[in-house]
C-alpha cells in the first residue's frame, strides 16, 4: 500500500496532498506496488518573478498537443481558485495546436492562449521533463504514468503557490456528452460504435509503431465491429473523414465498448469521467510507461491483441 511518508516528502514538508483523501478518491486506482523508495524532487519554492504584474501567470510548453491538454485539463482544475483570486493564466504554445487547445479550456478569459515564441520563452515551462521541477523520469519509471501527472500537477500548484491539490487526473466536461449527441444526430454511421482506434503516429518516441501490423489488426477488427480509426486506412470510418477534433475524439470515447490507443495526443482527452466509467477496457500502446486505472493495460505489440477479439 501507499506508505505516507512518500507523500510527505513531496511537498519537502509542505502538506498540501492528504494521502486519505487521494486513496478515498482513486479508490478506482489499484495499489499493489511495492513503494519503498522515497520520492526526491529538486528543491523549488517560490519565486516572486515567476508572478507578474496584473496577478497573471506566464507559462509555456513548446512540445505537442497532448502536453497542452494535460495542461488544459490542470488549468480547469485550479481554475475555481483563479478566479476567486482574480488570477490569469497566458499559456504559451505553438501556433499550430491553439485551435485544438482552445477546446478544453473551461473558460477563456481566465485561461488565455499566447503564440510561443522559441526565441523568447517567457514564464514556467510545464512540462513533465523540466527539470527544474522533477528530476528526470525519477516516478515515471516505478509509478502509473496516470498518477505521475497528479505529482506534476501538485508541483506546478507549489511553483504557482496555489494551495491546491490535485488528487485524480480524469476530468469532467459536460460539454463532451452534447458533442456526442451532435455527432451521433448528424452521422448516423457512426451510431453503436464498438472500438475507438487511436492509430495516429506518435510524434515523441514513446513508442515504436509498426504501421503494417497495426493495419492488419485494424482489418480484422473491421470485420467484427464497428470501429473508428483516427489515422486513415482504406475504406473504414475515420475521425479525419469528418474534420473531427481532439475533443470530439474525447466524446466519440465516452460510448465506446474498447478503446485501441497509441499513448499519443488523441488519447489525452479520453482520460475523462464519462469514458473511464463506461468503457469495458482501454489497450494503450507505449514503450516506457504503464498506467494504474484498472481498465487500462499496456502493451507493446498489436498482434498481443488478437486474443481478446
Given at each position: 500500500?501507499?506508505?505516507k511518508?512518500?507523500?510527505?516528502?513531496?511537498?519537502?514538508?509542505h502538506p498540501?496532498?492528504?494521502?486519505?483523501?487521494?486513496?478515498?478518491?482513486?479508490?478506482?486506482?489499484?495499489?499493489?506496488?511495492?513503494?519503498?523508495?522515497?520520492?526526491?524532487?529538486?528543491?523549488?519554492?517560490?519565486?516572486?518573478?515567476?508572478?507578474?504584474?496584473?496577478?497573471?501567470?506566464?507559462?509555456?510548453?513548446?512540445?505537442?498537443?497532448?502536453?497542452?491538454?494535460?495542461?488544459?485539463?490542470?488549468?480547469?482544475?485550479?481554475?475555481?481558485?483563479?478566479?476567486?483570486?482574480?488570477?490569469?493564466?497566458?499559456?504559451?504554445?505553438?501556433?499550430?495546436?491553439?485551435?485544438?487547445?482552445?477546446?478544453?479550456?473551461?473558460?477563456?478569459?481566465?485561461?488565455?492562449?499566447?503564440?510561443?515564441?522559441?526565441?523568447?520563452?517567457?514564464?514556467?515551462e510545464?512540462?513533465?521533463?523540466?527539470?527544474?521541477?522533477?528530476?528526470?523520469?525519477?516516478?515515471?519509471?516505478?509509478?502509473?504514468?496516470?498518477?505521475?501527472?497528479?505529482?506534476?500537477?501538485?508541483?506546478l500548484?507549489?511553483?504557482m503557490?496555489?494551495?491546491?491539490?490535485?488528487?485524480?487526473?480524469?476530468?469532467?466536461?459536460?460539454?463532451?456528452?452534447?458533442?456526442?449527441?451532435?455527432?451521433?444526430?448528424?452521422?448516423?454511421?457512426?451510431?453503436?460504435?464498438?472500438?475507438?482506434?487511436?492509430?495516429?503516429?506518435?510524434?515523441?518516441?514513446?513508442?515504436?509503431?509498426?504501421?503494417?501490423?497495426?493495419?492488419k489488426?485494424?482489418?480484422?477488427?473491421?470485420?467484427?465491429?464497428?470501429?473508428?480509426?483516427?489515422?486513415?486506412?482504406?475504406?473504414?470510418?475515420?475521425?479525419?473523414?469528418?474534420?473531427?477534433?481532439?475533443?470530439?475524439?474525447?466524446?466519440?470515447?465516452?460510448?465506446?465498448?474498447?478503446?485501441?490507443?497509441?499513448?499519443?495526443?488523441?488519447?489525452?482527452?479520453?482520460?475523462?469521467?464519462?469514458?473511464?466509467?463506461?468503457?469495458?477496457?482501454?489497450?494503450?500502446?507505449?514503450?516506457?510507461?504503464?498506467?494504474?486505472?484498472?481498465?487500462?493495460?499496456?502493451?507493446?505489440?498489436?498482434?498481443?491483441?488478437?486474443?481478446?477479439f
Amino acid at each position: 500500500m501507499y506508505k505516507k511518508n512518500i507523500i510527505e516528502n513531496i511537498y519537502d514538508n509542505h502538506p498540501l496532498f492528504d494521502i486519505n483523501v487521494y486513496k478515498q478518491e482513486n479508490r478506482d486506482l489499484t495499489f499493489h506496488k511495492n513503494e519503498d523508495y522515497i520520492v526526491h524532487f529538486s528543491k523549488i519554492g517560490l519565486k516572486q518573478k515567476r508572478r507578474y504584474h496584473n496577478n497573471i501567470f506566464n507559462i509555456y510548453n513548446k512540445y505537442h498537443l497532448g502536453d497542452h491538454i494535460f495542461n488544459m485539463i490542470f488549468f480547469n482544475k485550479i481554475l475555481g481558485y483563479l478566479k476567486l483570486n482574480n488570477l490569469k493564466v497566458h499559456y504559451f504554445c505553438l501556433e499550430q495546436y491553439h485551435n485544438q487547445v482552445n477546446e478544453f479550456i473551461f473558460d477563456k478569459n481566465y485561461i488565455i492562449l499566447k503564440k510561443l515564441d522559441l526565441n523568447n520563452l517567457i514564464g514556467l515551462e510545464a512540462w513533465i521533463n523540466n527539470e527544474n521541477l522533477i528530476k528526470k523520469y525519477d516516478l515515471q519509471n516505478k509509478i502509473g504514468f496516470d498518477r505521475y501527472y497528479m505529482y506534476f500537477f501538485n508541483l506546478l500548484c507549489k511553483k504557482m503557490n496555489i494551495p491546491y491539490y490535485i488528487h485524480d487526473l480524469k476530468y469532467t466536461d459536460d460539454d463532451l456528452i452534447i458533442r456526442y449527441k451532435n455527432i451521433h444526430q448528424k452521422f448516423n454511421q457512426l451510431k453503436n460504435l464498438d472500438i475507438l482506434i487511436i492509430n495516429s503516429e506518435p510524434l515523441s518516441g514513446q513508442y515504436n509503431y509498426n504501421k503494417n501490423d497495426w493495419n492488419k489488426f485494424i482489418i480484422h477488427l473491421s470485420s467484427k465491429y464497428n470501429i473508428i480509426t483516427t489515422l486513415k486506412l482504406n475504406d473504414l470510418p475515420c475521425t479525419m473523414d469528418f474534420n473531427f477534433s481532439c475533443k470530439d475524439i474525447a466524446a466519440l470515447s465516452t460510448t465506446v465498448k474498447y478503446i485501441i490507443a497509441i499513448n499519443t495526443g488523441p488519447f489525452v482527452g479520453c482520460y475523462n469521467e464519462y469514458t473511464l466509467e463506461h468503457v469495458k477496457k482501454i489497450y494503450i500502446f507505449v514503450d516506457n510507461l504503464t498506467f494504474e486505472h484498472y481498465k487500462i493495460s499496456v502493451y507493446k505489440n498489436i498482434n498481443d491483441l488478437y486474443q481478446f477479439f
